[in-house]
């Protein structure tokens, strides 16, 4: 199983950019499908964005699209998700997940351990 690590997230103010890095250890990676989901207190984990295992398919939440932009480095293990034009909504705990397809992340409890992202107004 693939074991996932995110970094990349911290504060920054509204109309900023960041972007998250998963580092993903394991035979799998490069089979896998990837993707990011959120969560805030008391709310149900989001789904964000997910890459097919090889790039050559995306998808996006609603209240991201055309803001956020998934890519995978498949020779570097890593996964990564660009967040522009940023919104005080977008504020959660962001989480890297893999599966074998994009509609399966996470069923086999491949998740990292999240990364914060604060957005101030």
């Known amino acids: 199983q693939v074991q996932l690590v995110e970094s990349g997230g911290g504060l920054v103010q509204a109309g900023g950019s960041l972007r998250l890095s998963c580092a993903a250890s394991g035979r799998t990676f490069r089979s896998s499908a990837m993707g990011w989901f959120r969560q805030v207190p008391g709310k149900e984990r989001e789904f964000v964005a997910a890459?097919?295992?090889?790039?050559?398919?995306?998808n996006y939440a609603d209240s991201v699209k055309g803001r956020f932009t998934i890519s995978r480095d498949n020779a570097k293990n890593t996964v990564y998700l660009q967040m522009n034009t940023l919104k005080p909504e977008d504020t959660a705990v962001y989480y890297c997940?893999?599966?074998?397809?994009?509609?399966?992340?996470?069923?086999?409890?491949?998740w990292g351990q999240g990364t914060q992202v604060a957005v101030s107004s």
């Open positions: 997940a893999a599966g074998s397809t994009r509609a399966t992340l996470g069923d086999s409890g491949a």
């Open positions: 890459v097919s295992w090889n790039g050559g398919a995306t």
